[in-house]
């Protein structure tokens, strides 16, 4: 996988990742361009599902409970959700897998 980051310019870069600058929208055009995005609770994970993009949330159930964090995301047929008490929690082999499984 090739991984881009979007994000404001003032956001770390992650490790292994390509950044563009450009305005929201042209995050939004890149996003649609990929085969499928994974991201946090974020507006760019809510554009995605508009568009029935495949995606993968990763989310935190510290706050709202494991039970209901399925209220708090997209609902999105070709997406997928993943949840731990902390979003670093989540198993990469995971996070790996779902994407295996949404690019088939």
């Given at each position: 996988?090739n991984v881009l980051?979007?994000?404001?310019p003032?956001?770390p870069q992650?490790a292994?990742?390509?950044t563009?600058?450009?305005?929201?929208f042209?995050?939004?055009?890149?996003v649609?361009?990929?085969r499928?995005l994974?991201?946090?609770?974020t507006g760019m994970?809510w554009v995605a599902?508009?568009?029935?993009h495949?995606q993968?949330?990763?989310?935190?159930?510290a706050?709202?409970?494991?039970?209901?964090?399925?209220?708090?995301q997209?609902q999105?047929?070709?997406?997928r959700?993943?949840?731990?008490?902390?979003?670093?929690?989540?198993?990469?082999?995971?996070i790996i897998n779902?994407?295996t499984?949404?690019?088939?």
């Amino acid at each position: 996988f090739n991984v881009l980051q979007i994000g404001g310019p003032d956001e770390p870069q992650l490790a292994a990742t390509r950044t563009l600058p450009g305005s929201y929208f042209d995050s939004v055009r890149h996003v649609l361009g990929c085969r499928a995005l994974i991201h946090t609770d974020t507006g760019m994970g809510w554009v995605a599902s508009g568009y029935q993009h495949r995606q993968i949330g990763l989310y935190s159930h510290a706050y709202y409970g494991e039970d209901k964090v399925a209220n708090i995301q997209p609902q999105n047929p070709n997406g997928r959700y993943l949840s731990a008490g902390n979003v670093n929690e989540i198993a990469l082999d995971s996070i790996i897998n779902q994407l295996t499984l949404l690019l088939s």
